[in-house]
């Protein structure tokens, strides 16, 4: 990967957080992977506990055309995430030869 740009928005009261947005990888081929990303945490004595999201691949160019996808995220409050899911790419079409 050569570069990974995130936007999202964070809300915060005074018992949770929840956290949206979306994110783009550019390979160094210049193909890129479109992806969005929810989670929530509860909130207790002032420190977030309890942090989990699920993730998605919306699209893709070049290679990454049609990539499809989804997951969850877990933090464990140590700024440790660890990622799980599965992701599938489009079928190539078949080539036919005319003669």
Do not use: C, P
């Not at 509860?42 to 055309?65: A, L, M, Q």
């Amino acid at each position: 990967m050569n570069d990974h740009y995130v936007t999202g928005s964070l809300d915060v009261t005074a018992t949770r957080t929840a956290a949206s947005g979306t994110g783009v990888s550019t390979m160094e081929s210049g193909d890129k992977t479109f992806s969005t990303f929810h989670g929530t945490a509860s909130v207790k004595d002032g420190k977030r506990e309890d942090k989990h999201g699920t993730w998605s691949f919306t699209g893709g160019t070049g290679k990454f055309k049609g990539l499809k996808g989804n997951g969850t995220a877990n933090a464990d409050g140590t700024g440790t995430v660890e990622i799980e899911g599965e992701y599938e790419l489009a079928q190539a079409k078949a080539m036919t030869k005319k003669e």
